[in-house]
């Protein structure tokens, strides 16, 4: 019924810039709060930041300075913008958005994923 699905991962080099983007789409009421997380290799799924739906940002201390979240309500998209990119930085990122779907329940919906590489 919604789904969401993660764009613009890659290959990049240390100190790079990367931009990730997440639309979801579907039987959609409402999005509140969306999210980026990232899972490094071995390592267990963890928060990057999440913006509510009034644009309100809180972000993990990992990410600040270096990565922007940002969203577009009447798109129903959510944005990572990443910058000084270190080889740490590698994980696949994932959106994650709480919405409001044709039950007319909230329900925590997640994409599948998109890999970010940092290397030389």
């Known amino acids: 019924q919604v789904q969401l699905v993660e764009s613009g991962g890659g290959l990049v080099q240390p100190g790079g810039s990367l931009n990730l983007s997440c639309t979801a789409s579907?039987?959609?009421?409402?999005?509140?709060?969306m999210a980026w997380f990232r899972q490094a290799p071995g390592e267990e799924r963890t928060l990057v930041g999440t913006?509510?739906?009034?644009?309100?940002?809180m972000s993990v201390e990992s990410a600040m300075g270096r990565f922007t979240i940002s969203r577009d309500n009447a798109k129903n998209t959510v944005y990572l913008q990443m910058s000084s990119l270190k080889p740490e930085d590698t994980a696949v990122y994932y959106c994650?958005?709480?919405?409001?779907?044709?039950?007319?329940?909230?329900?925590?919906?997640w994409g599948k994923g998109t890999l970010v590489t940092v290397s030389s």
């Open positions: 994650s958005a709480d919405i409001r779907d044709h039950t007319r329940r909230f329900r925590t919906y």
């Open positions: 579907g039987t959609i009421l409402t999005i509140a709060n």
């Open positions: 913006i509510t739906s009034e644009g309100f940002v």
